[in-house]
T-cell receptor, first 118, second 112 residues
């Protein structure tokens, strides 16, 4: 069975600090997708990134970066120079890819609540 | 582009009542999904659909029903509401099944 674990329930840092959110996953599939979503206080879910299991290159998007390591089944998310607007709950999710064009059923971690203090 | 629209945004139900949560998307997406988010938890899949007329159960389907008569609409039916169904419900859609979802803004349901 697939499982996603976000061991950090809450993180609180001061603005401009760097912060890393951990994500560890379990799957028996060789082909799968990993995601990060942001849920700000307003409650909507915002897609941040999708990574497939064959692509272990790290990705950087502005102040955000992601580190994917298959050897440790981890897909960690780092925010550099954090800002108050980064305060949100962040979810890591996993999707199997058993068939071409198949439905993308997501398994979510329990989320990490990130608070950036001014 | 409206994306995924959910109605209502908030609802309070009494135990044993029934209701339908509406979900509509205007992106011609094949796939649609219903998730629930309990307090302090991640989302769990209730039902999903790969196209009109085709639905299947997710991880937590008990107490719910769905239908998909059109590509655009994917309503979620709660029969005999129970306090355990107090949650935030998210509808989502995706195209081809390989890309990030588009989520609706959610429906906050309280059963008392």
């Amino acid at each position: 069975a697939q499982k996603v674990t976000q061991a950090q329930t809450e993180i609180s840092v001061v603005e401009k600090e760097d912060v890393t959110l951990d994500c560890v996953y379990e799957t028996r599939d060789t082909t799968y997708y990993l995601f990060w979503y942001k849920q700000p206080p307003s409650g909507e879910l915002v897609f941040l990134i999708r990574r497939n299991s064959f692509d272990e290159q790290n990705e950087i998007s502005g102040r955000y970066s992601w580190n994917f390591q298959k050897s440790t089944s981890s897909f960690n998310f780092t925010i550099t120079a954090s800002q108050v607007v980064d305060s949100a709950v962040y979810f890591c999710a996993l999707s199997e890819a058993k068939e071409v064009g198949g439905a993308q059923k997501l398994v979510f971690g329990q989320g990490t609540r990130l608070t950036i203090n001014p | 582009n409206a994306g995924v629209t959910q109605t209502p945004k908030f609802r309070i139900l009494k135990i044993g009542q029934s209701m339908t949560l509406q979900c509509t998307q205007d992106m011609n997406h094949n796939y649609m999904y219903w998730y629930r988010q309990d307090p302090g938890m991640g989302l769990k899949l209730i039902y999903y659909s790969v196209g009109a007329g085709i639905t299947d159960k997710g991880e937590v389907p008990n107490g719910y029903n769905v239908s998909r008569s059109t590509t655009e609409d994917f309503p979620l039916r709660l029969e005999l509401a129970a306090p355990s169904q107090t949650s935030v419900y998210f509808c989502a859609s995706s195209y081809i099944g390989r890309y990030g979802y588009t989520f609706g803004s959610g429906t906050r349901l309280t059963v008392v």
